[in-house]
């Protein structure tokens, strides 16, 4: 009896679905990025692939004649909050298989709690579903700001926030099974044989709200995806989105007879407007390389124009809760058998796949044979595609109303209760990521050395696979570098899981920082962080025939001497059967730019050893600091015994530091470490600052 009351007590259906839906966000993400992980380090697809097949759970829902059991409904429920809980203590591997089986058991749940609920009230649970999708998003946003783009709830000394998260979950899931019994047993009268060629009405609106998770999947869940597409302010982009989505929960709670009274057409304009925003944002921060004929070519700024679009796209940002609401509330009129919302909702994976393949294959399209190149610089097809599936199940829409019963004192009390704990979340979200972004650390004015580090993260994971940004951090805290060049460090996207390592370092170790390409480009990601304020930081692009690369410029001023600054990633290839010479113009591109400048760093992953062309054209202009630490001392020239790959260092070294003129005999070690923290090593190199 006390267990009953306490779950009465503390029961919220609202609160329940909220937090399966962020948990859906978490694992979801989880799964796509280890899936990538295990095929990551084959630089091929392979069997881990298979894994995808655990989004076609709803298939089992076709086993049933009629209602889904209650008690099933639990066990998904309860299987799903498990795997929540030890999907972060295991390998790749083994966590693949917990967040697969995780999503797998939310694509049951889902359809399933739907065709059940809609014998209810289905104008009330249509708004409970938008208001529990918002809830998870406004989660997400801050445990990931919180964590600097890492789920909080998921790292180490925090995994108690998902536990205790898990066990409301577990318990609260019992209620499920208590629903009226005479409701969830009874057989659904929809779709006789008469109305068996209006099933596609059915999969329409079921499509639109898969079209609307893999919005909040791909995009709004983390904000640093879109401050990284379009070189936004993150605390701009996540204030602004924290408050629009608190905005509606609290609308929608009070109010909500307001959405029934917004006529369709305005619904359908609006969202016909945040769609074109939505890719606009994209398509404007892309580069038509197709055009450019001169290269190196310098990125062009992002204007005002550009802000501004984003800006009102995250305004308008919230039509997607709304469309939500509807989209249920549809799916409740129709009454759908359970054997419908499987077959709908087989649908809606098979659709979410197509757009995470998609959205994956466009930065590798290189790598991917035959059809690699048809998803060259198009992103903003895919969310166009998903737009245009949502926007085309708007249109079977019944325009909808939200009516509003008499509220008790009671009532209203628990809904300020919610509603304060919802201002709680959005103030601490806001405070965190302002508090977060500001450097910390405090250089020294008067700074003897000067300590450089150049690092390809490999997407932050470990040379086994493993997604690793706590090791490759604790690297680089351990060394200490004043200036830092990253490689491989475009890691806002759903391949890496939405996570940001530039920003994870910057905010953790308080660098200034400076991320290089836009995620749009679909370059190799190179990064620039420092202790010292950056300037005049700007990205330009060399002349490539596969995979498009970049590098990085810029200043940084230590006392009276300002350096130049360069960080790079070449491509991986150099055709000679065919006369192929695009990786040695890249490098030609990057020379005729350092030539002639005075203080110059040019550091980064080449992939090319010495003694090729590339490198004889380089030192013709620069100087190798591992050859000249080498000659001058050979004791200060340092290889740690244990290093990635089995690549011999420094015979086959292809992480380059180069200085000019004036530079070279300021050169005082050079040490290359980093165990199995990334497949590449770190290159660490001091600078005597009192002999420049």
Known sequence: MAYDKFIKKYYSETLLLGILFLFFFQQVTDFVESIYLLNLIETDINENIAAVLFLFTPLLLLAFKNNFLNKLMVLVVEIMAICRIFSPFFSTQIKMILTGLGVGCFMVFLPAYLQNKASGNHEKHGLQMGIAVGSGLILSILLKTLGSSMDLSLTFWFQWIGWILAAYVMMMAINLYNWDRT?????????????????????????????????????????????????????????????????????????????????????????????????????????????????????????????????????????????????????????????????????????????????????????????????????????????????????????????LPRISRQVMMIKLKRLSIIAVIAAGTIIGVTVLEIPFVQPSLDASTLRILTYNIQQGASDGGSMNFEGQRALIQRLNPDIIGLQESDTARIANGNKDFVRYVSNTLGYYSYYGPKTVTNTFGIALLSKYPICDARTFYMECVGEQTATIWAHITIGTTTFNVFITHLGNYVNTSTGDRSHIVQQENILTVTEGKENVILMGDFNFEPDTEQYNITVAQLYDTWELVLSADPTKAVVDPI????????????????????????????HYTGGYESDHPALFATINMTSI
Not at 263 to 275: C, D, E, H, K
Not at 305 to 319: D, F
Not at 348 to 354: D, E, G, K, R, Y
Not at 355 to 371: C, E, G, K, L
């Open 183 to 403: 409701v969830s047993s009874r057989p659904s009268k929809n779709f006789s044989r008469g109305e068996k060629q209006w099933k596609w009405k059915l999969w329409v609106p079921c499509l639109g709200v898969g079209s609307i998770l893999i919005l909040c999947y791909f995009t709004f869940s983390s904000p640093t995806v879109i401050a990284r597409w379009s070189e936004g302010n993150i605390i701009a982009i996540t204030t602004i989105l924290i408050l629009v989505i608190t905005s509606f929960i609290t609308i929608a709670y009070m109010k909500p007879y307001f959405f029934g009274k917004l006529p369709m057409s305005v619904v359908l304009l609006w969202n016909g407007i945040f769609v074109l925003l939505l890719v606009l944002t994209i398509a404007l921060n892309q580069i038509p390389f197709i055009l450019i004929s001169s290269y190196p070519y310098l990125a062009p700024e992002t204007t005002i124009l550009h802000h501004a679009i984003l800006y009102a796209m995250l305004l308008l940002s919230p039509i997607i809760l709304i469309d939500f609401s509807f989209l249920m509330q549809e799916i409740f009129n129709k009454k759908p058998s359970i054997r419908s919302m499987g077959t709908s909702f087989s649908m809606v994976s098979l659709f979410f796949l197509l757009m995470i393949f998609s959205a994956v294959f466009v930065p590798t399209w290189d790598y991917i044979p035959i059809i690699g190149p048809i998803f060259k610089d198009m992103i903003w097809l895919v969310f166009l595609i998903v737009g245009i599936m949502l926007l085309l199940s708007l249109l079977l829409v019944k325009k909808p109303s939200f009516t």
């Open 643 to 670: 290093l990635p790959g089995g690549r011999e260092i420094p015979s086959e070294r292809i992480d380059h530091i180069f200085v000019s003129n004036h530079l070279n005999e300021s050169l005082t070690s050079i």
